[in-house]
């Protein structure tokens, strides 16, 4: 499944490369690679399994239309991945997700619903306007689909470094991602070990690896690291997690907001906060990892202007 | 000699992608491709003319050590080439280069010599400190080998971009990576159009495709764009410019800095601003361009913070 949607991706996606600077080698005590999905199209690399989603699904049913809920990320991913396969996108968004992600998903021509993160369910607001409209719920990560998707980023990384032993740091929120890299790689490169990484506070996908059981975050919001902010990992994402992961990583929101001054000066890349919490647990938390190299995922890249230059200028 | 190079130079280059974005494409009016050379080692295209010129040097000569004056983008190409060989660098800087330039080229092992840019002559510095020292002088564009290096450029976008028409944009101080990538394209897309892009104030390339002798620039500093600021293009480029190259295309500074913006917000790069132009030319000038397709090339990201910051808060 994986690499059927890898074959169909491909000719869309971007495959990017593999960054490195002896100065973040030094500040890691190792060699840190960086795979820079910031640069994938829509910034991030929900675009691998909206893409997925969209071009494994029924013809017909795709043809009546698409919903997806999200912080912006994938919001963004299905709006193009929609409009690449000529039909429409309804977007459902916090209304406190950043402005450029919902300037954004608009002008990608889909249909953006606002929705109150605090007291509203975006699941059953999804569930809702799929009924009424007809429309195809594609989920930001519990989805095969969706999950064989960006389980790409983990095929292009075994094709772009061949060493024998690596940690791999995955930024996790319903963990799409993480799951689908650590699927790929369990079977690409068996003796590397994938991490997830979350914010403090932010941490159920950590206590779950501990715990057994999928485990919830008591706040839902007030995190700068807005795109990996979800209740808990996924019904579907949990026991491929457990069974491929090695211990989730946390990290502080300032050393996330440090690593994106980092990728900034170093790498000349732009991370958001989310999308920087695994260059974060790769310069910062070095006691928790093994081995020469880590290779951290710099996941998305959609920040605002003013927090971004609130990282890099400090 | 330009394939020669890009033999010895590609195991140790990044191949940097080329990214767009339909932001992007919809201001520029036509397909807007970019080539991120901010993404390459040392921040800047200069690392590929810097190792093929250290690369391609006497293994005598090269182990007695070299030297280099730059405002600090070729600064940290010969640094990291000269460190890469087991050699020594000595670097010519000007004082007013911006802080992490000096900062990063002593940091890869250099040692870095301070010149007053208004009243100092590089050129004489660097003859004297060579002949004192033994050391063989890596000139920053006016060299065989380092045209052939940052020719290399243009053989990578050749390979990724098929298209039958295109304008290439430059850009263009000393004209190494202008006449390099005209000279590649000549052979390897000789329907494809090359322009040197620089700043106002700063365009003597320009004006000396028109004149088609060299020309002079009056000023020789207070320029944001300082990576691509130079007396004049060089004795061994402008020959190759004027046989390669189409009219040069001037942009104002306040351009360039909204095309960093535009790079920040769209691309998710940190570009500088003498490394902006060529995207401003593409984004604001398009009146000066013909066909459907434009690629510009995103020459150095290093700058520091704040004019990061000013850039794209505004």
Redesign the interface.
Known sequence: MIHAAYGRIQPVV????L?SS??LDEIAGRKLLVK?E??QHT?SFKFRGAYAALSGMDAAKRARGVIAYSSGNHAQGVALAAKMHGTTATIIMPADAPE?KIA?TK??GADVVLYNRANEDRDEIGARLSAERGLTLVKPFDDPLVIAGQASVGLEIAAQCEVAEAEVLVPCGGGGLTSGMALALSEARPAWRVHPVEPEEFDDAARALISGKREENTRRDGSVCDAIITPSVGEITFPILRKHCAAGIVVREDEAMQAM?LA??R?????EPGGAVALAAALFHGDKLRGDTVIAVASG?NVD??M??RA???
Chains 1, 2 share one sequence.
């Open positions: 971007r495959q990017t490369p960054l002896p100065f820079p910031c640069l910034g450029m954004n002008a990608l001054a900034f000066s790498l000349k890349i732009v991370i890249g202007a003013e971004f230059a890099v200028v400090g």
